[in-house]
């Protein structure tokens, strides 16, 4: 199975600031069709998980623009460009390129 | 509204079968890849089954392999997940989710008991 491994697991950030979290892959996330199928998500407190980015760096609908996802082959990262108190939650990145599907062990962003 | 309500969850002993359904509003699902996600208590989340469009793909995660079916009825625009041979460590928040998590359910609880 891939293995998707975040860093940090715990994420302190002082509002209006930056953050990143990094999902790093076992194996290459290129699908054999040359799509690359690494999706992050957001999961606010009480709530059900939100994708935010789909295929590395396609934000969805709704999604503010200070989330930005980056990356290729086995490395990958999330960055909030200044983050807000509607941020805190929980963040994962997953991969559908390769069966089983796998998660990230979730990446947990609070207020300093 | 575009939503996926889940039902069906519940108390079950080990061994027992439960059947958990999903029902999409405000779009069809004939156009969608769907899963059936879990997270147990305190731990992360985990793919549990996927099917394809017209249901003629199914995968499963090794650990539910033999025991769960996940079936769709595109007509009643629902998901389906039959499980049998439930065992203690299915407990579980289990999510209805459309391809590649683009929309996700409220979620069902589904606890298995020795």
């Known amino acids: 199975d891939v293995v998707l491994t975040q860093s940090p697991l715990s994420l302190p950030v002082t509002l209006g600031q930056p953050a990143s979290i990094s999902c790093r892959s076992s194996?290459?996330?290129?699908?054999?069709?040359?799509?690359?199928?690494l999706n992050w998500f957001q999961r606010r407190p009480g709530q059900s998980p939100r994708r935010l980015i789909y295929e590395i760096s396609n934000r969805d609908s709704g999604v503010p623009d200070r989330f930005s996802g980056s990356g290729s082959g086995t490395d990958f990262t999330l960055k909030i460009s200044r983050v807000e108190a509607e941020d805190v939650g929980v963040y994962y990145c997953?991969?559908?390129?390769?069966?089983?599907?796998?998660f990230g062990q979730g990446t947990n962003l609070e207020i300093k | 509204e575009v939503q996926l309500v889940e039902s069906g969850g519940g108390l079950a002993h080990s061994g027992e079968s439960l059947r958990l359904s999903c029902a999409a509003s405000?779009?069809?699902?004939?156009?969608?890849?769907m899963y059936w996600i879990r997270q147990a208590p305190g731990k992360g989340l985990e793919y549990v089954a996927n099917?394809?469009?017209?249901?003629?793909?199914?995968y499963y995660v090794d650990s539910v392999r033999g025991r769960f079916t996940i079936a769709r009825d595109n007509a009643k625009n629902s998901l389906y997940l039959q499980m049998n041979s439930l065992r203690v460590e299915d407990t579980a928040l289990y999510y209805c989710?459309?391809?590649?998590?683009?929309?996700w359910g409220q979620g069902t609880v589904v606890i298995v008991s020795s």
């Open positions: 997953m991969q559908h390129s390769h069966w089983p599907h796998t």
């Open positions: 194996q290459s996330l290129v699908h054999s069709n040359g799509h690359t199928y």
């Open positions: 989710v459309t391809g590649g998590g683009r929309l």
């Open positions: 099917i394809n469009k017209d249901g003629s793909e199914k």
């Open positions: 405000g779009f069809t699902i004939t156009n969608e890849w």
